[in-house]
């Protein structure tokens, strides 16, 4: 129930990639909790999210495409479409790096999530890892997809 | 995921009614859709509800204990306390008294839901129903919570 993750910019794009997910997503609202509808290949999710930062609230729940498509049609704006291939960092670490497309294509994020707090502060990003971006909510999905990205790092 | 239902104020409340549900329910938010947590008895619900009238889109999914703590947590303001009495109004329908508690105290309301349309139009409410509320949207829950009872019918 308690996502703990922490967010990258990418300073240089691996030339090997995994076969990606594709990723659609939307926000139904995002205010004070972010309602998020995602389709992740066939999969359809709702997502709640509260709070920002390292330690977010996470309710996650399937959808029937049916529900996905009424929901989808409310969050007509916040929008985000996006590759995520996910590259083995070796430790356990599972590195999930998102190209943006749509608006936002040429961007690109790259996140890992930890079972809990002290997991995650022994992390070391590789040297692909750009700046962490985890405490800027500018970088958030839902602020992405409001205000695209910053125009200042 | 289309909720059919006809909402009505209370005429006279029946002499003897079954014994009540307990329902604690707060708003996450309200808009574009509402986004609903209820502690019924001892089940835990989140709701999602988009429109108004007569029909209007439901998504329902059970909540760990924790879950509900947490959303209801951030639906500090909007909090509605109600005792519903489920009663057989015979021919298949079945009559939601909600007597409310707390600051909506001594108000009521009774819904009937309906498999479709059809059913919806043909129902005959009994003489203990009042004016028919189902279109006025100051008595739904999201905005009885909001705004408490309307100052005039």
């Given at each position: 129930?308690?996502?703990?993750?922490?967010?990258?910019?990418?300073?240089?794009?691996p030339?090997v990639?995994?076969?990606?997910?594709?990723?659609?997503?939307?926000?139904?609202?995002?205010?004070?909790i972010?309602?998020?509808?995602?389709?992740?290949?066939?999969?359809h999710?709702?997502t709640?999210?509260?709070?920002?930062?390292?330690?977010?609230?996470?309710?996650?729940?399937?959808?029937?495409?049916?529900?996905?498509?009424?929901?989808?049609?409310?969050?007509?704006?916040?929008?985000?479409?996006?590759?995520?291939?996910?590259?083995?960092l070796?430790?356990?670490?599972?590195?999930?790096?998102?190209?943006?497309?749509?608006?936002?294509?040429?961007?690109?994020?790259?996140e890992?999530?930890?079972?809990?707090?002290?997991?995650?502060?022994?992390?070391?990003?590789?040297?692909?890892?750009?700046?962490?971006?985890?405490l800027?909510?500018?970088?958030?999905?839902?602020?992405?997809?409001?205000?695209?990205?910053?125009?200042?790092?």
């Open positions: 129930m308690i996502e703990i993750e922490r967010r990258f910019l990418v300073a240089t794009t030339d990639l995994p076969v990606p997910m594709q990723i659609e997503q939307a926000y139904v609202t995002t205010e004070p972010a309602v998020r509808v995602r389709r992740l290949d066939d999969h999710i709702l709640i999210k509260g709070g920002s930062g390292l330690e977010r609230l996470e309710i996650e729940r399937d959808l029937a495409a049916a529900e996905f498509d009424a929901l989808w049609g409310i969050a007509t704006e916040l929008r985000i479409a996006k590759r995520r291939h996910r590259i083995d070796g430790d356990g670490y599972i590195a999930e790096l998102d190209l943006y497309d749509g608006e936002l294509s040429g961007r690109s994020i790259v890992v999530e930890f079972p809990d707090v002290e997991t995650a502060g022994a992390f070391s990003p590789p040297d692909w890892f750009g700046r962490e971006v985890t800027d909510k500018r970088y958030s999905n839902a602020e992405l997809a409001r205000n695209g990205w910053p125009t200042t790092d």
